[in-house]
């Protein structure tokens, strides 16, 4: 079964560091762009970054350039996100997410800030 397998969220204090990981089992990410969403209960699921398919062209939200960066590794089939100086706007659910001939998403990695 081809899945997104998300590991890395948790509680972190405001202006602290943590790094998502995801792991695709089933398919191999060389032809997939890859990236990260996240999702605030009661709001739309929004892009924080990605790497383009082939070229691994990488794109950033606004609220978090210079804050995070994407990493892929293809050999290993996997995508991090590491965040730093993080704020309380950045508490959301996470989501991994992969697409090229159909679309798939992790299961969700609950990130929270405490002020």
């Known amino acids: 079964e081809a899945q997104l397998v998300e590991s890395g969220g948790g509680l972190v204090q405001a202006g602290g560091s943590l790094t998502l990981s995801c792991v695709a089992s089933?398919?191999?990410?060389?032809?997939?762009?890859i990236g990260w969403f996240r999702q605030v209960a009661g709001k739309e699921r929004e892009v924080v970054s990605c790497?383009?398919?082939?070229?691994?062209?990488?794109d950033y939200a606004d609220a978090v350039k210079g804050r995070f960066f994407i990493s892929g590794d293809n050999a290993k089939n996997m995508v991090n996100l590491h965040m730093w100086n993080l704020n309380p706007e950045d508490t959301a659910v996470y989501y991994c997410?992969?697409?090229?001939?159909?679309?798939?998403w992790g299961q969700g990695n609950q990130v929270t800030l405490s002020s």
């Open positions: 997410w992969a697409t090229w001939l159909q679309d798939y």
């Open positions: 089933g398919f191999t990410f060389d032809d997939y762009a």
């Open positions: 790497l383009s398919a082939i070229d691994r062209d990488t």
